[in-house]
């Protein structure tokens, strides 16, 4: 993959990420496989690149006041849990069988947004 294309996926990474909040790591995992990356290893790394990306992008929400921590605290103990478990779980499946629930869980995420 080249240079420019990687600047131009990094962009639309971050852009789609903290404009919708989610879907950075959609974009993220399979730039990275094309780069040359097992399944594993680009999800891993897709999570890495979010968290800094999400950092930024939360710091200028919660400066221009858009963050309301008691409505997003809630969803903190569990996720953290949850965050865990998915980092100890995600080396143990196979590289084609994540490749599958990767692809499943993006085609349910898109027919869910497009039926509201």
């Known amino acids: 993959m080249k240079g420019i294309t990687k600047i131009i996926g990094g962009l639309a990474i971050g852009t789609v990420n903290s404009a919708l909040g989610a879907g950075g790591g959609m974009i993220a995992v399979p730039m990275l496989r094309k780069s040359g990356m097992e399944q594993n290893r680009a999800q891993a ?17 919660i400066y221009t006041g858009k963050v309301t921590f008691g409505d997003a605290l809630p969803y903190l103990p569990a996720g953290l849990i949850g965050s865990v478990l ?6 143990k499946i196979p590289t084609k069988i994540l490749g599958k629930i990767f692809a499943i869980f993006m085609l349910w995420a898109g027919v869910r947004m497009l039926m509201r």
């Open 86 to 91: 998915g980092s100890f779980i995600l080396p």
């Open 45 to 61: 790394n897709a999570v890495a690149l979010i968290m800094l990306l999400t950092a930024a992008s939360a710091g200028i929400y």
